[in-house]
């Protein structure tokens, strides 16, 4: 990809930056993205989890096992997990990795959610299929790369897994989620994905590989229609929520 050789370019002629903070890089280490400051301002996800969105419980829900937001509204999947909390050097590598064209991080961010399955004992060996969230084609078109794509890629080689990169399809273009509220997002992504060959995926637990995971509109609207479709589990693995 271009992009791709651009990139490498750039790092030969000038000093390496953070990818974060743009700050010069000390140390030049080959796989040194960030600066040690913005890795130690990198937030992971701990237990207590959700037992439905999977974000950190706080002590007040504790004994529910589930938080508020996943006890007013109903979503579709069986469990969602991830390993960061969207903010700081997480959410700036993820923009970087989204809209900067820098597909290259896919690995190392690829490598942090495989990490995360083997940290938790993820139920993997249960798993028949990863299937990445689709971009509509307009916006792949934009981007070049599909991000979650990228990740799946990584997740399936590492645990020797089927990718499904064609069964579930955007069909609609919808409008950029982070401008709406939690029930606008619901209603803008209601029907917005389909299902080319359900047989392949009838009867077969799945995990939905995305980058970022905010209300689960998405993740559960793409849960719906595999569902729909015959799927027997859907879990959601993102990086970030
Ligand atoms: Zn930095
Ligand atoms: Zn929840």
Same mark, same amino acid.
């Given at each position: 990809?271009?992009?791709? #050789?651009?990139?490498?370019?750039?790092?030969?002629?000038?000093?390496?930056?953070?990818?974060?903070? %743009?700050?010069?890089?000390?140390?030049?280490?080959?796989?040194?993205?960030?600066?040690?400051?913005?890795?130690?301002?990198? %937030?992971?996800?701990? @237990? @207590?989890?959700?037992?439905?969105?999977?974000?950190?419980?706080?002590?007040?829900? #504790?004994?529910?096992?589930?938080?508020?937001?996943?006890?007013?509204?109903?979503?579709?999947?069986?469990?969602?997990?991830? *390993? +960061?909390?969207?903010? &700081?050097?997480?959410?700036?590598?993820?923009?970087? #990795? %989204?809209? !900067? &064209?820098?597909? +290259?991080?896919?690995? @190392?961010?690829?490598?942090?959610?495989?990490? #995360?399955?083997?940290?938790?004992?993820?139920?993997?060996? +249960?798993?028949?299929?990863?299937? *990445?969230? @689709?971009?509509?084609?307009?916006?792949?078109?934009? =981007?070049?790369?599909?991000?979650?794509?990228?990740?799946?890629?990584?997740?399936? %080689? !590492?645990?020797?897994?089927?990718?499904?990169?064609?069964?579930?399809?955007?069909? =609609? +273009?919808?409008?950029?989620?982070?401008?709406?509220?939690?029930?606008?997002?619901?209603?803008?992504?209601?029907?917005?994905?389909?299902?080319?060959?359900?047989?392949?995926?009838? &009867?077969?637990?799945?995990?939905?590989?995305?980058?970022?995971?905010?209300? /689960?509109?998405?993740?559960?609207?793409?849960?719906?229609?595999?569902?729909?479709? /015959?799927?027997?589990?859907?879990?959601?693995?993102?990086?970030?929520?």
């Amino acid at each position: 990809m271009l992009h791709k #050789f651009i990139n490498a370019l750039v790092n030969i002629v000038y000093p390496k930056k953070c990818l974060a903070c %743009k700050e010069k890089l000390k140390i030049h280490l080959q796989n040194e993205l960030i600066c040690a400051k913005c890795l130690k301002n990198i %937030k992971k996800n701990t @237990p @207590p989890f959700c037992s439905s969105c999977g974000r950190h419980l706080v002590k007040t829900n #504790f004994a529910k096992n589930i938080c508020p937001s996943c006890l007013r509204g109903k979503l579709h999947f069986d469990r969602a997990f991830s *390993p +960061y909390t969207y903010k &700081g050097s997480i959410k700036r590598l993820i923009h970087e #990795f %989204k809209y !900067k &064209g820098k597909d +290259y991080l896919g690995s @190392p961010l690829g490598a942090m959610m495989i990490d #995360f399955i083997n940290e938790y004992n993820l139920p993997i060996n +249960y798993i028949d299929f990863i299937i *990445p969230v @689709p971009l509509h084609k307009t916006k792949l078109r934009e =981007r070049e790369f599909n991000q979650a794509q990228v990740l799946a890629e990584a997740i399936a %080689k !590492k645990f020797n897994k089927g990718l499904l990169t064609e069964t579930l399809t955007r069909q =609609r +273009y919808t409008r950029a989620q982070a401008d709406l509220e939690i029930n606008e997002r619901l209603k803008n992504v209601k029907g917005s994905f389909s299902i080319t060959n359900p047989q392949v995926i009838k &009867g077969k637990n799945l995990l939905v590989i995305d980058d970022v995971l905010t209300t /689960g509109a998405t993740s559960s609207e793409a849960a719906a229609a595999l569902k729909e479709a /015959g799927a027997n589990i859907v879990f959601i693995l993102t990086l970030a929520h």
